[in-house]
């Protein structure tokens, strides 16, 4: 969900924070609020809030004005929303309902409720409204073609525009979203260390998503466990996300501090599937190639051909190979050789810098096709978050697990659990 909600049992000074803030009481004031935010444009400032230190400071400043939540929905229009949706009250629908949201973001919130058969929730409630005022500005294609640019300087407006319009609209529709969980949840369904909150369907609707209610500590205290604990927890997270890439065809989107719970051992429950990013076998295959090439063979040119045939790199015969091979490597620098490699926070901040670099001659020479536009979360997203954690792991031993082309032995306990778990079940 946009905002990154986190779906715990909020503390009580979170919860009262949001019982005595201002509240939104009607559809007119969500709008008002969106507008004052810049609607949609909020996005690529929550995007970018956990990755500041690496960007320029022109982009920093700027996003920095994007990055407000909407303030929470007064009860009676929570409420509201959900009578609308479900038929009833939450009192009628619910045994139990909060009207304190667990949390509040930018198109809606989060409420803790208990159904009448003793089960504990998350009822996502979308604010009334905002759906149409968001996608009023997604609509307009000359206003993001003029800002994405500034932003973007190297990179088609076009593409980009496009591909975020797609993502963010899907995220606006609980249904897709609800999919995209029972899809992942179905996935990892009885996985040791990954879980992912089930759907209750029978109160799910466009505008309330209603899951399993998930506890456990959140990014920022995961941050003060020891070195063991957050190498685990950094571990699962590279895990999910490429092995969603790698083998399953699926990235989540949203790789932001707010969307997990951790538990000792590496246990980490995954939340927030509204930006899902499903690829073709094709399109697998050539993440595939770009490893091989690069990784795997250490052939620049081959490499560079890749790169041209796939659009991400436009044909300059004024660069070199070498030049391009040392642009790109760096992204995947943790992965080039066996060893234990920390994550530290230099990687990150320069990931970030080489993604906004509108100086570098090759820079300037890349384009993101769609299938790259969200993927690029890793970058300037995943990463950011190991180097918080400052993750120690052979990530190239980890690597070749979830590379289908190498399809190598487990290298961590955590790896020999999930293999036991794959033996089971295929």
Same mark, same amino acid.
């Given at each position: 969900?946009?905002?990154?909600?986190?779906?715990?049992?909020?503390?009580?000074?979170?919860?009262?924070?949001?019982?005595?803030?201002?509240?939104?009481?009607?559809?007119?004031?969500?709008?008002?609020?969106?507008?004052?935010?810049?609607?949609?444009?909020?996005?690529?400032?929550?995007?970018?809030?956990?990755?500041?230190?690496?960007?320029?400071?022109?982009?920093?400043?700027?996003?920095?004005?994007?990055?407000?939540?909407?303030?929470?929905?007064?009860?009676?229009?929570?409420?509201?929303?959900?009578?609308?949706? %479900?038929? +009833?009250?939450?009192?009628?629908? &619910?045994?139990?309902? #909060? $009207?304190?949201? @667990? =949390? *509040?973001?930018?198109?809606?919130?989060?409420?803790?409720?208990?159904?009448?058969?003793?089960?504990?929730?998350?009822?996502?409630?979308?604010?009334?409204?905002?759906?149409?005022?968001?996608?009023?500005?997604?609509?307009?294609?000359?206003? %993001?073609? +003029?800002?994405?640019?500034?932003? &973007?300087?190297?990179? #088609? $407006?076009?593409? @980009? =525009? *496009?591909?975020?319009?797609?993502?963010?609209?899907?995220?606006?529709?609980?249904?897709?979203?609800?999919?995209?969980?029972?899809?992942?949840?179905?996935?990892?369904?009885?996985?040791?260390?990954?879980?992912?909150?089930?759907?209750?369907?029978?109160?799910?609707?466009?505008?309330?998503?209603?899951?399993?209610?998930?506890?456990?500590?959140?990014? *920022?205290?995961?941050?003060?466990?020891?070195?063991?604990?957050?190498?685990?927890?950094?571990?699962?997270?590279?895990?999910?996300?490429?092995?969603?890439?790698?083998?399953?065809?699926?990235?989540?989107?949203?790789?932001?501090?707010?969307?997990?719970?951790?538990?000792?051992?590496?246990?980490?429950?995954?939340?927030?599937?509204?930006?899902?990013?499903?690829?073709?076998?094709?399109?697998?295959?050539?993440?595939?190639?770009?490893?091989?090439?690069?990784?795997?063979?250490?052939?620049?040119?081959?490499?560079?051909?890749?790169?041209?045939?796939?659009?991400?790199?436009?044909?300059?015969?004024?660069?070199?190979?070498?030049?391009?091979?040392?642009?790109?490597?760096?992204?995947?620098?943790?992965?080039?050789?066996?060893?234990?490699?920390?994550?530290?926070?230099?990687?990150?901040?320069?990931?970030?810098?080489?993604?906004?670099?509108?100086?570098?001659?090759?820079?300037?020479?890349?384009?993101?096709?769609?299938?790259?536009?969200?993927?690029?979360?890793?970058?300037?997203?995943?990463?950011?978050?190991?180097?918080?954690?400052?993750?120690?792991?052979?990530?190239?031993?980890?690597?070749?697990?979830?590379?289908?082309?190498?399809?190598?032995?487990?290298?961590?306990?955590?790896?020999?659990?999930?293999?036991?778990?794959?033996?089971?079940?295929?």
């Amino acid at each position: 969900m946009t905002g990154k909600i986190r779906i715990r049992l909020a503390q009580a000074d979170r919860r009262d924070e949001l019982a005595t803030t201002i509240e939104l009481r009607t559809a007119e004031q969500v709008a008002e609020s969106l507008g004052d935010m810049k609607g949609a444009l909020m996005k690529l400032g929550q995007i970018a809030s956990f990755i500041d230190e690496g960007l320029p400071e022109p982009y920093r400043v700027a996003l920095a004005q994007l990055q407000s939540d909407a303030p929470p929905m007064a009860p009676e229009l929570a409420a509201g929303v959900v009578e609308a949706e %479900l038929g +009833r009250t939450p009192t009628k629908v &619910f045994r139990e309902w #909060d $009207p304190v949201p @667990l =949390a *509040a973001a930018s198109i809606g919130q989060v409420h803790r409720a208990v159904t009448f058969d003793g089960r504990e929730v998350a009822v996502k409630v979308q604010y009334p409204g905002v759906a149409a005022a968001i996608e009023a500005d997604l609509a307009n294609t000359e206003m %993001l073609a +003029r800002i994405l640019p500034m932003m &973007f300087p190297s990179l #088609d $407006p076009k593409i @980009l =525009a *496009a591909e975020l319009r797609d993502r963010l609209t899907e995220e606006l529709d609980y249904i897709h979203e609800a999919a995209n969980q029972r899809q992942f949840s179905e996935i990892y369904r009885g996985h040791p260390f990954i879980h992912i909150p089930e759907v209750v369907d029978e109160f799910s609707t466009r505008m309330v998503l209603t899951t399993e209610l998930a506890t456990g500590a959140r990014f *920022a205290e995961v941050e003060k466990w020891s070195v063991h604990e957050r190498n685990l927890a950094g571990e699962t997270l590279f895990r999910f996300v490429f092995r969603g890439i790698n083998r399953l065809g699926v990235f989540n989107g949203d790789p932001h501090p707010g969307n997990y719970l951790f538990r000792p051992g590496g246990h980490v429950t995954f939340l927030d599937f509204g930006m899902v990013k499903k690829f073709t076998p094709e399109e697998t295959a050539v993440f595939h190639e770009l490893i091989e090439t690069l990784v795997l063979r250490g052939d620049a040119e081959g490499y560079r051909r890749a790169l041209e045939e796939v659009g991400l790199l436009r044909p300059d015969p004024s660069l070199s190979t070498d030049d391009v091979a040392d642009y790109f490597s760096h992204f995947y620098d943790l992965v080039m050789v066996r060893g234990r490699r920390t994550v530290e926070h230099e990687y990150a901040s320069e990931t970030v810098r080489r993604v906004f670099n509108s100086k570098s001659p090759v820079a300037k020479a890349v384009n993101l096709p769609a299938m790259f536009v969200i993927v690029q979360r890793i970058n300037l997203g995943l990463y950011a978050l190991l180097a918080r954690l400052g993750v120690t792991a052979d990530w190239r031993g980890i690597a070749e697990e979830l590379w289908p082309m190498v399809d190598g032995p487990p290298t961590t306990p955590l790896g020999e659990a999930e293999a036991e778990w794959l033996s089971r079940s295929t």
